[in-house]
C-alpha cells in the first residue's frame, strides 16, 4: 500500500502519527545512510534530519532547495537520505570559512548542487512544482516569511523550517494561526527517536526514553508546514505585522531602558 506523505495529503491532525508511524518504519535506514556522517555543531540535530526523513521518505520529491548551508551537515544527510532527489543548497555568505568546509564535505556527493545568494530571493526564483524546502538561515520572522511566501505559490508541497524553539515568534506564529504544523520537539517523537546520533541507548521496542532524557534531548526544534488552502498572503501581512511591532517594542526598549548599576542614564 502506498502512504503518501502529510505534505501531499492529509490536514496536520494526521500528521503526528503519520511522522511517528513513518519513524518506526524508516528509521533503520535513516541511520543506515546517515552512518559516517560527522555531526556539526551549528548543524540540524541527527534527529531532525530523522524527522525530515520520516515525513518525505515515502514519496521523495524531485528536488529540495536548502536555505542556509554553512557547513553542509543538513546538505550531506539530505543528499544521503534522498540519493534520487536534487539538492540545491544557498548559503548567503561566500566569504565565511565554512564555504570551505562544507564544500569539502559534500565533495563527492553527485546529487548536491551549491550556489551562493540570498535564500529569500533565490528560493522564489528557483522553485519548482512539487519542490520541497529547508529554511535555515535566515531565522525566526524571516524564514516564516519565506516558507509563507514560497507556500503561497502553491508550487512548494512543504516547507521545513529550523530553529522554531518553543516561544520563539515564528514558533509562537505557526502555533496560532497554522495548525497544520508541527515540531520535532513534540515529546511522542523525541522519546522514540531522540536517541538517533545521541549518545542514548536506543529504547526497546514498545519503551520510550525517560522524560528527563527527552528534555535533555529537547535542544532544537524543526518545524513541518505542510502545504494547505491557507490564505497565506493574509498571513504573511500579519507576520509583517508582528514583526514590525516586535522591531517597535525593542526599539522602545533599548530607548527607555533604566539607568543602569554605575549610574549611567538609559536613553530618555
Ligand atoms: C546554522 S547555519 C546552517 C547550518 C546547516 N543548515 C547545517 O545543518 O549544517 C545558518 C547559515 O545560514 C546562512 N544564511 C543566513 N541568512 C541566509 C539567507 N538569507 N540566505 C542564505 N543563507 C543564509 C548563514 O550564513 C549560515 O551559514
Given at each position: 500500500m502506498l502512504i503518501r506523505s502529510p505534505a501531499v495529503k492529509s490536514r496536520a491532525a494526521h500528521g503526528l502519527p503519520f511522522l511517528l508511524g513513518s519513524a518506526a518504519t524508516h528509521v533503520d535506514t535513516y541511520v543506515e545512510r546517515t552512518a559516517g556522517t560527522t555531526h556539526d555543531l551549528k548543524g540540524i540535530r541527527p534527529s531532525e534530519g530523522l524527522f525530515i526523513f520520516a515525513l518525505l521518505a515515502t514519496d521523495p520529491p524531485r528536488r529540495i532547495l536548502e536555505s542556509g548551508r554553512g557547513r553542509g551537515y543538513s546538505t550531506e544527510i539530505l543528499a544521503r537520505c534522498f540519493p534520487a532527489t536534487r539538492i540545491i543548497s544557498i548559503e548567503r555568505?561566500?566569504?565565511?570559512?565554512d564555504v570551505e568546509i562544507a564544500a569539502r564535505r559534500l565533495e563527492g556527493n553527485r546529487n548536491v548542487e551549491c550556489k551562493f545568494g540570498d535564500g529569500r530571493v533565490e528560493l522564489p526564483r528557483l522553485i519548482e512544482q512539487g519542490d520541497v524546502v529547508l529554511i535555515d538561515g535566515p531565522k525566526d520572522f524571516r524564514a516564516l516569511k519565506l516558507a509563507l511566501r514560497l507556500l503561497r505559490t502553491g508550487r512548494v508541497r512543504a516547507a521545513f523550517m529550523h530553529d522554531v524553539i518553543p516561544g520563539s515568534h515564528a514558533r509562537r506564529f505557526l502555533e496560532k494561526r497554522v495548525p497544520s504544523a508541527f515540531f520535532s520537539d513534540a515529546p511522542e517523537f523525541l522519546s522514540s527517536y531522540g536517541f538517533v546520533g545521541s549518545d542514548e541507548p536506543r529504547p526497546a521496542p514498545g519503551q520510550t526514553l525517560p522524560a528527563t532524557v527527552v528534555d535533555r534531548l529537547r535542544e532544537g526544534a524543526m518545524g513541518f508546514i505542510p502545504r494547505e488552502p491557507l490564505p497565506y498572503g493574509r498571513l504573511l501581512v500579519e507576520v509583517t505585522f508582528r514583526q514590525w511591532k516586535e522591531r517597535l517594542r525593542d526599539t522602545a526598549r533599548k530607548w527607555f531602558k533604566p539607568a543602569n548599576k554605575s549610574g549611567n542614564p538609559g536613553r530618555i
Amino acid at each position: 500500500m502506498l502512504i503518501r506523505s502529510p505534505a501531499v495529503k492529509s490536514r496536520a491532525a494526521h500528521g503526528l502519527p503519520f511522522l511517528l508511524g513513518s519513524a518506526a518504519t524508516h528509521v533503520d535506514t535513516y541511520v543506515e545512510r546517515t552512518a559516517g556522517t560527522t555531526h556539526d555543531l551549528k548543524g540540524i540535530r541527527p534527529s531532525e534530519g530523522l524527522f525530515i526523513f520520516a515525513l518525505l521518505a515515502t514519496d521523495p520529491p524531485r528536488r529540495i532547495l536548502e536555505s542556509g548551508r554553512g557547513r553542509g551537515y543538513s546538505t550531506e544527510i539530505l543528499a544521503r537520505c534522498f540519493p534520487a532527489t536534487r539538492i540545491i543548497s544557498i548559503e548567503r555568505d561566500r566569504n565565511s570559512p565554512d564555504v570551505e568546509i562544507a564544500a569539502r564535505r559534500l565533495e563527492g556527493n553527485r546529487n548536491v548542487e551549491c550556489k551562493f545568494g540570498d535564500g529569500r530571493v533565490e528560493l522564489p526564483r528557483l522553485i519548482e512544482q512539487g519542490d520541497v524546502v529547508l529554511i535555515d538561515g535566515p531565522k525566526d520572522f524571516r524564514a516564516l516569511k519565506l516558507a509563507l511566501r514560497l507556500l503561497r505559490t502553491g508550487r512548494v508541497r512543504a516547507a521545513f523550517m529550523h530553529d522554531v524553539i518553543p516561544g520563539s515568534h515564528a514558533r509562537r506564529f505557526l502555533e496560532k494561526r497554522v495548525p497544520s504544523a508541527f515540531f520535532s520537539d513534540a515529546p511522542e517523537f523525541l522519546s522514540s527517536y531522540g536517541f538517533v546520533g545521541s549518545d542514548e541507548p536506543r529504547p526497546a521496542p514498545g519503551q520510550t526514553l525517560p522524560a528527563t532524557v527527552v528534555d535533555r534531548l529537547r535542544e532544537g526544534a524543526m518545524g513541518f508546514i505542510p502545504r494547505e488552502p491557507l490564505p497565506y498572503g493574509r498571513l504573511l501581512v500579519e507576520v509583517t505585522f508582528r514583526q514590525w511591532k516586535e522591531r517597535l517594542r525593542d526599539t522602545a526598549r533599548k530607548w527607555f531602558k533604566p539607568a543602569n548599576k554605575s549610574g549611567n542614564p538609559g536613553r530618555i
